[in-house]
Protein backbone atom coordinates (compact mmCIF):
# COMPACT_ATOMS: atom_id res chain seq x y z
CA UNK A 1 0.00 0.00 0.00
CA UNK A 2 1.41 3.67 -0.64
CA UNK A 3 1.99 5.76 2.07
CA UNK A 4 0.66 9.22 2.85
CA UNK A 5 4.31 10.37 3.25
CA UNK A 6 4.23 13.59 5.25
CA UNK A 7 8.05 13.33 5.28
CA UNK A 8 9.94 17.07 5.32
CA UNK A 9 12.19 16.40 1.75
CA UNK A 10 13.46 14.06 0.18
CA UNK A 11 9.13 14.21 0.23
CA UNK A 12 6.42 13.48 -1.58
CA UNK A 13 6.24 14.04 -5.28
CA UNK A 14 3.45 12.64 -8.50
CA UNK A 15 3.08 9.68 -8.80
CA UNK A 16 2.92 10.29 -12.51
CA UNK A 17 5.90 11.92 -12.34
CA UNK A 18 7.59 9.23 -10.91
CA UNK A 19 6.32 7.12 -13.12
CA UNK A 20 7.47 9.07 -16.37
CA UNK A 21 10.97 9.34 -14.91
CA UNK A 22 11.44 5.79 -13.89
CA UNK A 23 10.14 5.09 -17.77
CA UNK A 24 12.91 7.14 -18.70
CA UNK A 25 15.59 6.07 -16.82
CA UNK A 26 15.09 2.74 -19.12
CA UNK A 27 13.91 4.10 -21.94
CA UNK A 28 13.80 8.11 -22.86
CA UNK A 29 10.90 8.87 -25.25
CA UNK A 30 11.66 5.58 -27.68
CA UNK A 31 15.10 6.40 -28.08
CA UNK A 32 16.65 3.29 -27.94
CA UNK A 33 18.43 4.95 -24.83
CA UNK A 34 18.38 5.36 -21.20
CA UNK A 35 18.13 9.06 -20.05
CA UNK A 36 21.30 8.23 -17.56
CA UNK A 37 23.27 6.69 -20.53
CA UNK A 38 22.84 9.50 -22.94
CA UNK A 39 25.53 12.40 -23.80
CA UNK A 40 24.40 15.65 -21.64
CA UNK A 41 25.36 17.61 -25.12
CA UNK A 42 23.01 15.28 -26.98
CA UNK A 43 20.24 17.62 -28.26
CA UNK A 44 17.71 15.21 -26.34
CA UNK A 45 19.23 16.35 -22.95
CA UNK A 46 20.16 20.08 -24.21
CA UNK A 47 16.47 20.13 -24.86
CA UNK A 48 15.41 18.64 -21.41
CA UNK A 49 17.68 21.67 -19.81
CA UNK A 50 16.23 23.98 -21.60
CA UNK A 51 12.52 22.96 -21.48
CA UNK A 52 13.47 22.82 -17.14
CA UNK A 53 15.30 26.43 -17.54
CA UNK A 54 11.76 27.73 -19.52
CA UNK A 55 9.31 26.11 -17.17
CA UNK A 56 11.13 27.69 -13.92
CA UNK A 57 10.82 31.16 -15.26
CA UNK A 58 7.43 30.43 -16.81
CA UNK A 59 5.80 29.05 -13.30
CA UNK A 60 7.27 32.41 -11.68
CA UNK A 61 5.53 34.74 -13.82
CA UNK A 62 9.44 35.60 -14.93
CA UNK A 63 9.53 35.07 -18.22
CA UNK A 64 10.85 38.44 -20.33
CA UNK A 65 11.97 40.30 -17.04
CA UNK A 66 15.66 40.22 -17.14
CA UNK A 67 15.74 36.85 -15.59
CA UNK A 68 17.58 33.33 -15.99
CA UNK A 69 17.53 30.39 -14.30
CA UNK A 70 20.40 27.57 -13.64
CA UNK A 71 20.13 23.99 -12.49
CA UNK A 72 23.31 23.72 -9.94
CA UNK A 73 24.57 21.08 -7.91
CA UNK A 74 25.76 21.15 -4.12
CA UNK A 75 22.27 21.30 -2.91
CA UNK A 76 20.56 24.90 -1.89
CA UNK A 77 24.19 24.36 1.01
CA UNK A 78 25.79 25.27 -1.71
CA UNK A 79 24.02 28.69 -2.74
CA UNK A 80 24.89 29.77 0.96
CA UNK A 81 28.32 30.40 0.02
CA UNK A 82 27.74 31.04 -4.21
CA UNK A 83 25.57 33.79 -3.30
CA UNK A 84 28.04 35.97 -0.94
CA UNK A 85 30.76 34.75 -3.31
CA UNK A 86 29.01 36.68 -6.01
CA UNK A 87 27.16 39.04 -4.38
CA UNK A 88 29.15 40.24 -1.35
CA UNK A 89 31.48 43.06 -1.45
CA UNK A 90 30.98 44.65 2.01
CA UNK A 91 27.69 44.20 3.71
CA UNK A 92 24.91 42.62 3.28
CA UNK A 93 21.80 41.65 5.46
CA UNK A 94 19.91 38.17 6.54
CA UNK A 95 16.73 37.72 8.07
CA UNK A 96 17.48 35.35 10.43
CA UNK A 97 14.51 32.75 10.90
CA UNK A 98 15.62 29.44 11.65
CA UNK A 99 18.16 27.30 11.08
CA UNK A 100 19.07 27.24 7.04
CA UNK A 101 18.94 31.07 7.82
CA UNK A 102 21.39 30.87 10.20
CA UNK A 103 23.21 28.02 8.43
CA UNK A 104 23.34 30.69 5.41
CA UNK A 105 24.81 33.62 8.22
CA UNK A 106 27.43 31.86 8.92
CA UNK A 107 28.80 30.55 5.14
CA UNK A 108 28.37 34.58 4.18
CA UNK A 109 30.96 35.67 7.32
CA UNK A 110 33.58 34.24 5.40
CA UNK A 111 33.14 37.32 2.19
CA UNK A 112 32.35 40.42 4.10
CA UNK A 113 29.99 42.14 7.05
CA UNK A 114 26.58 40.59 7.70
CA UNK A 115 24.15 42.58 9.73
CA UNK A 116 21.68 40.48 10.89
CA UNK A 117 18.38 42.46 10.36
CA UNK A 118 16.35 40.63 12.50
CA UNK A 119 15.87 37.32 14.37
CA UNK A 120 13.18 35.14 16.36
CA UNK A 121 15.75 33.09 17.69
CA UNK A 122 14.40 34.52 21.23
CA UNK A 123 11.75 32.53 21.12
CA UNK A 124 13.27 28.95 19.14
CA UNK A 125 12.08 30.59 15.89
CA UNK A 126 8.55 30.14 15.97
CA UNK A 127 7.83 33.01 14.57
CA UNK A 128 8.46 35.32 11.75
CA UNK A 129 9.98 38.83 12.77
CA UNK A 130 8.07 41.94 11.89
CA UNK A 131 8.15 46.14 12.21
CA UNK A 132 12.26 45.90 12.01
CA UNK A 133 13.75 48.11 9.85
CA UNK A 134 16.41 47.16 7.12
CA UNK A 135 19.53 49.31 7.07
CA UNK A 136 20.55 51.23 4.11
CA UNK A 137 23.77 50.11 1.82
CA UNK A 138 23.26 46.53 2.00
CA UNK A 139 24.83 44.51 -1.26
CA UNK A 140 22.16 42.36 -0.92
CA UNK A 141 19.31 40.97 1.91
CA UNK A 142 18.93 37.78 2.48
CA UNK A 143 15.42 35.60 3.18
CA UNK A 144 14.01 32.30 3.60
CA UNK A 145 10.66 32.21 2.48
CA UNK A 146 9.66 28.87 4.13
CA UNK A 147 11.56 27.22 7.53
CA UNK A 148 10.72 23.52 6.92
CA UNK A 149 12.19 22.78 10.82
CA UNK A 150 9.87 25.26 12.64
CA UNK A 151 6.89 25.61 10.49
CA UNK A 152 7.11 29.34 9.82
CA UNK A 153 6.52 31.26 6.88
CA UNK A 154 6.78 34.83 5.41
CA UNK A 155 3.59 36.40 4.47
CA UNK A 156 5.17 39.68 3.97
CA UNK A 157 8.49 40.20 2.58
CA UNK A 158 10.67 43.26 3.54
CA UNK A 159 10.51 46.12 1.29
CA UNK A 160 14.55 47.12 0.59
CA UNK A 161 16.30 49.12 -2.05
CA UNK A 162 18.81 46.58 -1.93
CA UNK A 163 18.66 43.19 -4.12
CA UNK A 164 16.17 40.62 -2.46
CA UNK A 165 17.51 37.09 -2.57
CA UNK A 166 15.29 34.43 -1.15
CA UNK A 167 16.02 30.51 0.09
CA UNK A 168 12.73 28.81 -1.61
CA UNK A 169 13.92 25.41 -0.82
CA UNK A 170 10.88 24.22 0.77
CA UNK A 171 7.72 26.09 -0.52
CA UNK A 172 9.21 27.40 -4.47
CA UNK A 173 6.13 27.01 -6.67
CA UNK A 174 3.96 26.47 -3.66
CA UNK A 175 1.78 30.31 -3.42
CA UNK A 176 1.72 33.38 -5.35
CA UNK A 177 3.82 35.80 -4.74
CA UNK A 178 5.39 38.49 -6.66
CA UNK A 179 8.60 36.84 -7.58
CA UNK A 180 9.72 39.82 -9.29
CA UNK A 181 10.65 41.45 -5.99
CA UNK A 182 13.54 39.01 -5.70
CA UNK A 183 16.67 39.62 -7.28
CA UNK A 184 17.89 36.62 -6.49
CA UNK A 185 16.16 32.97 -5.91
CA UNK A 186 17.08 29.30 -5.37
CA UNK A 187 15.32 26.35 -3.85
CA UNK A 188 17.04 22.74 -3.51
CA UNK A 189 14.94 20.43 -5.57
CA UNK A 190 14.10 18.00 -3.37
CA UNK A 191 10.97 19.18 -1.76
CA UNK A 192 8.45 20.52 -4.50
CA UNK A 193 10.54 19.60 -7.62
CA UNK A 194 12.15 16.66 -7.93
CA UNK A 195 14.76 13.78 -5.98
CA UNK A 196 17.44 15.76 -4.64
CA UNK A 197 20.84 16.59 -6.32
CA UNK A 198 19.75 19.75 -8.25
CA UNK A 199 18.92 23.35 -7.25
CA UNK A 200 16.74 25.81 -8.68
CA UNK A 201 18.39 29.49 -9.05
CA UNK A 202 16.72 32.17 -10.36
CA UNK A 203 18.61 35.49 -10.85
CA UNK A 204 18.27 38.81 -11.96
CA UNK A 205 21.20 38.67 -14.63
CA UNK A 206 21.83 43.00 -13.65
CA UNK A 207 23.00 41.95 -10.34
CA UNK A 208 26.01 40.38 -11.19
CA UNK A 209 29.27 41.68 -11.57
CA UNK A 210 29.46 43.74 -9.10
CA UNK A 211 32.00 42.18 -6.67
CA UNK A 212 35.91 43.16 -6.70
CA UNK A 213 37.20 38.94 -6.39
CA UNK A 214 37.85 36.53 -8.63
CA UNK A 215 35.53 33.55 -8.59
CA UNK A 216 36.06 30.22 -8.84
CA UNK A 217 34.37 29.05 -12.31
CA UNK A 218 32.08 26.71 -10.66
CA UNK A 219 31.12 29.09 -7.97
CA UNK A 220 30.20 32.11 -10.30
CA UNK A 221 26.85 32.12 -11.52
CA UNK A 222 27.84 34.29 -14.64
CA UNK A 223 29.87 31.21 -16.02
CA UNK A 224 27.10 29.03 -15.39
CA UNK A 225 24.91 31.19 -17.23
CA UNK A 226 27.41 31.81 -19.86
CA UNK A 227 26.96 28.15 -20.30
CA UNK A 228 23.58 27.34 -20.67
CA UNK A 229 23.64 25.78 -17.19
CA UNK A 230 25.72 23.22 -18.66
CA UNK A 231 29.27 24.30 -17.44
CA UNK A 232 29.94 20.84 -16.88
CA UNK A 233 27.75 17.43 -16.80
CA UNK A 234 24.60 18.29 -14.84
CA UNK A 235 22.63 16.17 -12.85
CA UNK A 236 20.49 14.57 -15.40
CA UNK A 237 18.29 12.39 -13.78
CA UNK A 238 17.22 15.19 -11.39
CA UNK A 239 17.10 17.93 -13.57
CA UNK A 240 14.43 15.75 -15.99
CA UNK A 241 12.62 14.76 -12.92
CA UNK A 242 11.92 18.62 -11.71
CA UNK A 243 11.23 19.54 -15.08
CA UNK A 244 8.31 16.94 -15.26
CA UNK A 245 6.99 17.89 -11.97
CA UNK A 246 7.15 21.59 -13.65
CA UNK A 247 5.10 19.97 -16.44
CA UNK A 248 2.66 18.53 -14.13
CA UNK A 249 2.38 21.92 -12.07
CA UNK A 250 1.36 23.45 -14.92
CA UNK A 251 -1.03 21.16 -16.45
CA UNK A 252 -2.56 21.53 -13.30
CA UNK A 253 -3.20 25.34 -13.46
CA UNK A 254 0.42 26.19 -12.43
CA UNK A 255 0.94 28.03 -9.23
CA UNK A 256 -2.49 29.87 -8.61
CA UNK A 257 -4.07 26.33 -9.04
CA UNK A 258 -1.75 24.76 -6.32
CA UNK A 259 -2.05 27.41 -3.90
CA UNK A 260 -5.30 26.90 -3.81
CA UNK A 261 -5.28 23.21 -3.23
CA UNK A 262 -2.00 24.01 -0.34
CA UNK A 263 -4.44 26.62 1.18
CA UNK A 264 -7.49 23.74 1.55
CA UNK A 265 -4.32 20.98 3.39
CA UNK A 266 -3.08 23.85 5.92
CA UNK A 267 -6.95 24.83 6.85
CA UNK A 268 -7.82 21.47 7.44
CA UNK A 269 -4.91 20.64 9.59
CA UNK A 270 -4.39 24.04 11.68
CA UNK A 271 -8.06 23.60 12.68
CA UNK A 272 -7.66 20.31 14.02
CA UNK A 273 -4.54 21.31 15.70
CA UNK A 274 -7.05 24.60 17.31
CA UNK A 275 -9.87 22.10 17.88
CA UNK A 276 -8.40 19.25 19.14
CA UNK A 277 -7.24 20.16 23.00
CA UNK A 278 -4.80 16.98 22.65
CA UNK A 279 -2.82 19.23 20.16
CA UNK A 280 -0.79 22.62 20.21
CA UNK A 281 0.87 24.55 17.51
CA UNK A 282 4.09 25.35 17.30
CA UNK A 283 4.12 28.31 15.17
CA UNK A 284 2.81 31.92 15.80
CA UNK A 285 -1.08 31.42 13.99
CA UNK A 286 -0.26 34.59 11.57
CA UNK A 287 3.08 33.02 10.97
CA UNK A 288 2.17 29.15 9.88
CA UNK A 289 3.76 27.43 6.74
CA UNK A 290 1.44 26.15 4.57
CA UNK A 291 3.98 23.33 3.57
CA UNK A 292 4.98 22.06 7.42
CA UNK A 293 2.43 21.62 10.22
CA UNK A 294 4.77 21.56 13.26
CA UNK A 295 2.54 20.76 16.88
CA UNK A 296 2.75 18.78 19.67
CA UNK A 297 0.69 16.47 22.08
CA UNK A 298 -0.75 18.53 24.70
CA UNK A 299 -0.38 15.18 26.90
CA UNK A 300 2.79 12.74 26.72
CA UNK A 301 1.50 10.21 27.93
CA UNK A 302 -0.57 9.38 24.82
CA UNK A 303 2.43 8.90 22.33
CA UNK A 304 2.66 5.96 22.21
CA UNK A 305 -0.91 5.49 21.08
CA UNK A 306 -0.97 8.54 18.89
CA UNK A 307 2.13 6.80 17.14
CA UNK A 308 0.80 3.65 17.19
CA UNK A 309 -2.46 4.94 15.19
CA UNK A 310 -1.03 7.20 12.76
CA UNK A 311 1.63 4.44 11.21
CA UNK A 312 -1.35 1.71 11.16
CA UNK A 313 -3.30 4.51 8.57
CA UNK A 314 -0.43 4.35 6.56
CA UNK A 315 1.27 7.38 7.66
CA UNK A 316 4.77 8.14 7.18
CA UNK A 317 7.42 10.79 8.28
CA UNK A 318 5.28 12.50 11.10
CA UNK A 319 8.16 13.10 13.40
CA UNK A 320 9.25 16.56 13.83
CA UNK A 321 12.84 17.92 14.05
CA UNK A 322 14.72 17.33 16.67
CA UNK A 323 15.15 21.13 17.28
CA UNK A 324 11.57 21.26 17.51
CA UNK A 325 10.29 17.87 18.75
CA UNK A 326 6.54 16.72 18.56
CA UNK A 327 5.59 16.18 15.15
CA UNK A 328 5.64 17.85 12.27
CA UNK A 329 2.97 17.47 8.92
CA UNK A 330 4.54 18.25 5.67
CA UNK A 331 1.97 18.76 3.11
CA UNK A 332 4.00 19.75 -0.26
CA UNK A 333 2.19 20.24 -3.38
CA UNK A 334 2.25 16.31 -4.52
CA UNK A 335 0.30 15.78 -1.07
CA UNK A 336 -3.70 15.22 -1.85
CA UNK A 337 -6.24 16.85 0.50
CA UNK A 338 -7.16 13.32 1.39
CA UNK A 339 -3.72 12.55 3.02
CA UNK A 340 -4.27 15.47 4.96
CA UNK A 341 -7.88 14.23 5.63
CA UNK A 342 -6.20 11.02 6.83
CA UNK A 343 -3.85 12.49 9.61
CA UNK A 344 -6.68 14.11 10.61
CA UNK A 345 -9.42 11.58 11.38
CA UNK A 346 -6.29 9.52 13.34
CA UNK A 347 -5.88 13.22 15.47
CA UNK A 348 -9.75 13.22 15.65
CA UNK A 349 -9.99 9.36 16.78
CA UNK A 350 -7.19 9.93 19.14
CA UNK A 351 -9.52 12.43 21.13
CA UNK A 352 -12.74 10.27 20.93
CA UNK A 353 -10.25 7.29 21.79
CA UNK A 354 -8.12 9.34 25.15
N1 LIG B 1 17.05 25.73 3.01
C1 LIG B 1 15.90 25.19 3.43
C2 LIG B 1 14.72 26.07 3.67
C3 LIG B 1 15.83 23.81 3.64
O1 LIG B 1 14.68 23.24 4.06
C4 LIG B 1 16.98 23.01 3.43
C5 LIG B 1 16.96 21.52 3.69
N2 LIG B 1 16.12 20.81 2.97
C6 LIG B 1 18.15 23.62 2.99
C7 LIG B 1 18.15 24.98 2.79
C8 LIG B 1 19.39 22.82 2.72
O2 LIG B 1 19.22 22.15 1.54
P1 LIG B 1 20.27 21.10 0.94
O3 LIG B 1 20.16 19.89 1.79
O4 LIG B 1 19.78 20.92 -0.46
O5 LIG B 1 21.61 21.72 1.00
Redesign the pocket.
Known amino acids: MKKHNFSA?PCILPKEVMQKAAEAVVELNGSGLSLIEISHRSKDFVDIMEKARSLALELLNLDGKGYKALFLQG????EFLMVAYNLLNKKAGYINTGT?SSKAVKEAKMFGEIVEVASSKDKNFNYIPKGYTVPEGLDYLHT?S???IFGTQIKEFPVTDAPLVC?M??DIFSRQLDFSKFDLIYA?A??NMGP?GT?LVVIKEDILGKVERQIPSMLDYSVHLSKGSMFNTPPVFPVYTSMLTMEWLKDLGGIPAIEEINEKKANLIYSEIELNPLFDGFAAKEDRSHMNATFSLTRDDLAETFNAMWKEAGINGLNGHRSVGGYRASMYNAMSLESVGTLVDVMSELERKA
Not at 75 to 78: D, K, P, Q, T, V
Open positions: GGASMWTNNTDSSGQKAT
